[in-house]
C-alpha cells in the first residue's frame, strides 16, 4: 500500500505535507509553544500530530488526519502568527506563510476531508 500511495500525486504532497507538521511541532519545544498559545487563545485542545502513512497505517494515519483537522485553526494562526512576526527572519517568515498557503489551499482540504472520511469508513 505504501508503493501504491507513492505513486499518486495528490497523496504524496498531502503526506510530505503532514511530515513537515510532524517535525516542525516534534523537534521544536519553541513551535510546540507556540502552536498552545494559539490553542489556548481559541480554547482549543491540542492534539498529537504524528507521522501519516506508517507501518501502523490505519492507527497512526486516522489519529494523525483527526490531530490535524481538530488543530486546524490554531495551526493557521500559528502560522499566520509566525509570517508577520516582525522578531523573524524573511526567510522563516516565508516558510510559515508557505505552510499557511498549503494549509488554507483547497487541495489539502479535500485530501484532508477525503483521507479522514476513508478511514472514518474504514475503522467501522
Known amino acids: 500500500m505504501s508503493d501504491t500511495l507513492k505513486e499518486v500525486y495528490g497523496t504524496n504532497h498531502f503526506q510530505s505535507f503532514i511530515e513537515k507538521l510532524y517535525v516542525l511541532y516534534h523537534q521544536s519545544p519553541k513551535n510546540r509553544n ?6 489556548t487563545s481559541l480554547e482549543q485542545k491540542l492534539l498529537n500530530i504524528g507521522k501519516i502513512f506508517t507501518i501502523r497505517l490505519v492507527a497512526s494515519s486516522e489519529k494523525t488526519l483527526k490531530a490535524v483537522f481538530n488543530n486546524y485553526t490554531s495551526l493557521y494562526n500559528h502560522f499566520f502568527n509566525a509570517s508577520n512576526d516582525s522578531q523573524r527572519e524573511s526567510k522563516e517568515k516565508a516558510k510559515y506563510n508557505g505552510l499557511k498557503n498549503i ?6 482540504v479535500n485530501n484532508l476531508g477525503t483521507h479522514l472520511v476513508k478511514y472514518l469508513i474504514f475503522v467501522s
Open 34 to 39: 507556540e502552536l498552545s498559545i494559539c490553542a
Open 103 to 108: 494549509l488554507i489551499s483547497v487541495e489539502f
